[in-house]
């Protein structure tokens, strides 16, 4: 059987951290609904074997989660999901996301390429929430 | 002292000088240090007195408060780089040795790390073995000891890719389930970037640069620059320079200046810079 819990899939060649790839992709799965609270992360040993990173930099990047207050370390069973990030206006049937979508449609009618749709999106979201720290 | 490794005012002196001198250092319980430095900067030399087999000239080393003295500590174990096997013994006549050596000693760990690696035929002769096989037996040995401190002097030199693979998962799967504190030594910075934590790099015999890797990374920032423009405030560890531009590696830079690029460097390009400081001081 396979193991109930999510994999994190550490890129060498990326430039960012193993620490900073555990809580991204942790966020992730919690944005996309595959962590939902009560969901246990995967255990420093579980992601060891299947990434062969050190424990520690799993269990610090689970102290950030916690520190962040969306995960919470029970002694001797585990780090568990206790808040979700999944919401309502980023599912597939959203307004939301059906907007977006008939906008990128007229942009491929536009003649837009995949840099410009990004450049544009880019300028947009930095317009709207101010300059991301990277 | 505290910490699961340290040592003090330590120094090892061979007829042709010092090998290592005034080193002190406090390595924390449960890290994973990258031990870096040139050849001939001292590693194997510092291995050694911390496995208890080379008597250090001056200074003292302890493994969790007690000291190092003549013999190899019960709690560490040591990888040396010559990875002293019997070659005509089998590998299990090799395990049963090493079992008769050792007065804690584990079978069923030794075994259980040996059915992992795919490279490692109990039946063979050691000295039949790829040196890769070799590095793991040898490796298995070790933890066979139930170490709680384990030293590895380069661990991965002579391992294929998938070698290194399940080698750094067996090493890394030891610190998750035992706490194990390792401290190995390699030239391959890459591999050692997703699996250390502590850095303790060393030229000529003295630590350059010990501490966590993450807290190292953000004290030091390369900048980019005009080669005509004054440096930058801070500790300049190296440089490189062409004609118009300087490419330097600071510590403890306090700001950027304007018209310098400022970016945090990644393990690789710190350590190759202290090892071009080094260099340039032995020219």
Not at chain 2, 34 to 55: C, D, E, H, W, Y
Not at chain 2, 79 to 84: E, H
Not at chain 2, 125 to 131: D, H, N
Request: hydrophobic share 40%; net charge negative.
């Amino acid at each position: 059987m396979l193991p109930d819990v999510i994999e994190f899939r550490i890129d060498r060649r990326s430039g960012v951290s193993t620490y900073m790839q555990i809580i991204q992709q942790a966020k992730q799965a919690m944005r996309l609904g595959l962590l939902n609270p009560g969901d246990r992360l995967p255990t420093a040993r579980e992601v060891v074997e299947a990434t062969a990173v050190n424990p520690n930099t799993v269990l610090k990047a689970y102290r950030e989660l916690e520190r962040e207050g969306l995960v919470e370390a029970r002694r001797g069973l585990g780090t568990f999901v206790t808040k979700s990030l999944a919401s309502e206006a980023g599912s597939d049937e959203s307004p939301l996301r059906q907007e977006l979508s008939a906008w990128m449609s007229k942009a491929v009618q536009g003649g837009l390429g995949v840099e410009d749709v990004d450049a544009m999106y880019a300028v947009v979201r930095q317009e709207q929430f101010g300059v991301e720290e990277s | 002292m505290d910490g699961a490794l340290s040592c003090s005012g330590l120094g090892k002196k061979f007829r042709r000088g010092w090998a290592v001198r005034d080193c002190s250092f406090e390595l924390p319980e449960g890290k994973v240090v990258a031990l870096v430095g040139p050849n001939g900067a001292g590693k194997s030399t510092l291995l050694g007195m911390a496995a208890g087999l080379i008597r250090p000239t001056e200074g003292e080393l302890w493994v969790h408060g007690t000291p190092v003295r003549n013999r190899t500590h019960p709690d560490v174990a040591f990888l040396a780089q010559s990875r002293p096997l019997y070659r005509d013994f089998t590998v299990r006549e090799q395990i049963k040795a090493a079992r008769a050596m050792n007065d804690r000693w584990s079978d069923e760990r030794v075994t259980e790390i040996l059915d992992l690696l795919a490279g490692v035929d109990p039946k063979a002769k050691v000295g039949e073995l790829s040196a890769g096989a070799r590095s793991q037996l040898a490796i298995a040995l070790a933890l066979g000891r139930l170490p709680k401190v384990l030293l590895l002097d380069e661990p991965l030199s002579d391992l294929d890719p998938l070698a290194r693979d399940e080698t750094l998962r067996l090493v890394m799967t030891e610190v998750a389930d035992r706490g194990t504190t390792v401290v190995m030594s390699s030239h391959l910075l890459g591999d050692l970037r997703e699996v250390c934590d502590h850095l303790l790099l060393i030229d000529k015999g003295h630590v350059q640069v010990d501490g966590d890797i993450e807290d190292v990374l953000a004290e030091h920032r390369i900048l980019v620059g005009p080669a005509d423009s004054p440096e930058p405030e801070g500790t300049l560890v190296s440089a490189t320079r062409t004609e118009r531009q300087a490419t330097l590696l600071m510590r403890d830079t306090v700001s950027v200046p304007d018209g310098w690029a400022g970016t945090e460097p990644d393990l690789e390009s710190l350590v190759m810079g202290y090892l071009r400081a080094a260099r340039g001081r032995r020219d």
